[in-house]
């Protein structure tokens, strides 16, 4: 019995999945716009994820579906069961080609900064070698719960951006060995969250570019990245790589962020550039990127990341400030 309810879903899997997505063209469940179909006592179930889809085109997709799976050996009945969510969720990814070079913390300011700019933002940590966002948020140690429909409820923060975080669901150092699939499945969970009225998520990748990155950018399809990169590595062309990456996976650039970008003196403020100044915007120009703005080398930074007080949330901020209008300015464009 068990065996042939499992042929008969295999069966209904695939030809499920021989019916195109109106939207993609692929098949349903490859576009995820449908979940593996279920089958019990004579009944197979789906789950038909709606969103974006005209009343006409919903009705047609059920009639395929019902015409289709009705037609396997064993089905007596066809459900379709219809869902819309994630209805105006878009993310943003923020990618470096390397580590240690600010990508939590532009992170974690840009989406604090973007919040005062009244844009209601959400931050999802997905770096699964260094999970930083829970001490820089001010959430460190604090749990997620599970909602009724087994769903995270993000952490809410003390700067109105709620958090989930990699380092809230696994141990430390747990997630390191995880190859790509599996973090992005990790990360899916905590992006198909209970976000309520979040709009905008910010995605914190993991640095670099290689297999774990290009899983979660394709999987969750990010509107658009930043990349973030000091001056020594854009000359090394680490962000060339970090650019290069996200052409390969289709993801929108949004621009450029170059941190690090001269020395702020703690004793009178004045920035002095020891790698000479303008040379990330030149090479961004160069690239034909855009050039989203330079923070400074700047020990308060550091100091008050490490307190869980991002500078964003200061008064006087004005580096992230204009970092995150150009944002702003670009998702109200695309
Ligand atoms: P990544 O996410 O790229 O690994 P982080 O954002 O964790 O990098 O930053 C690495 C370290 O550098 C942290 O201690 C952080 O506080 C510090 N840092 C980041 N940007 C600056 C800056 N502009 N000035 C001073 N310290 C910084």
């Known amino acids: 019995m068990t065996t042939d309810n499992a042929t008969v879903s295999a069966q209904l899997a695939s030809a499920l999945d021989r019916i195109a997505d109106p939207v993609s063209g692929e098949g349903l469940i490859a576009s995820r716009r449908a979940g593996p179909p279920r089958f019990s006592d004579g009944v197979a179930s789906v789950v038909l994820d709606v969103t974006g889809l005209s009343g006409n085109l919903r009705l047609m997709l059920e009639t395929d579906i019902k015409a289709a799976l009705g037609q396997v050996a064993g089905v007596e009945k066809v459900r379709v069961a219809m869902t819309a969510e994630k209805q105006n969720l878009r993310i943003i990814a923020i990618g470096s080609g390397k580590g240690g070079v600010g990508k939590s913390t532009l992170a974690a300011n840009l989406a604090i900064a973007l919040k005062k700019l009244g844009v209601k933002v959400g931050l999802v940590d997905a770096d699964i070698y260094g999970p930083s966002q829970p001490r820089l948020m001010h959430v460190e140690g604090i749990k997620p719960r599970a909602s009724e429909s087994k769903k995270l409820e993000p952490v809410p923060t003390p700067y109105g951006v709620p958090l989930l975080?990699?380092?809230?669901?696994?141990?430390?150092?747990?997630?390191?060995?995880?190859?790509?699939?599996?973090?992005?499945?990790?990360?899916?969970?905590?992006?198909?969250?209970?976000?309520?009225?979040?709009?905008?998520?910010?995605?914190?990748?993991?640095?670099?570019?290689?297999?774990?990155?290009?899983?979660?950018?394709?999987?969750?399809?990010?509107?658009?990245?930043?990349?973030?990169?000091?001056?020594?590595?854009?000359?090394?062309?680490?962000?060339?790589?970090?650019?290069?990456?996200?052409?390969?996976?289709?993801?929108?650039?949004?621009?450029?962020?170059?941190?690090?970008?001269?020395?702020?003196?703690?004793?009178?403020?004045?920035?002095?550039?020891?790698?000479?100044?303008?040379?990330?915007?030149?090479?961004?120009?160069?690239?034909?990127?855009?050039?989203?703005?330079?923070?400074?080398?700047?020990?308060?930074?550091?100091?008050?990341?490490?307190?869980?007080?991002?500078?964003?949330?200061?008064?006087?901020?004005v580096d992230f400030a204009a970092i995150a209008r150009k944002v702003k300015d670009w998702l109200g464009s695309n």
């Open 165 to 317: 975080s990699m380092g809230q669901l696994v141990k430390e150092g747990q997630a390191v060995a995880w190859r790509g699939p599996m973090a992005s499945n990790a990360v899916g969970q905590l992006i198909d969250a209970e976000w309520g009225d979040i709009e905008l998520i910010i995605l914190d990748l993991p640095p670099g570019t290689g297999d774990i990155q290009l899983s979660m950018v394709q999987k969750h399809k990010p509107a658009g990245a930043v990349i973030i990169s000091t001056p020594q590595d854009l000359s090394l062309m680490d962000a060339t790589r970090a650019i290069d990456f996200l052409q390969h996976a289709n993801v929108p650039l949004i621009g450029l962020v170059e941190n690090m970008a001269g020395y702020a003196c703690p004793h009178c403020g004045e920035i002095s550039d020891p790698f000479g100044s303008g040379g990330a915007e030149a090479a961004a120009k160069a690239m034909e990127l855009p050039f989203l703005g330079r923070i400074p080398l700047d020990i308060a930074i550091r100091k008050a990341s490490d307190a869980g007080t991002p500078p964003a949330a200061d008064d006087g901020d």
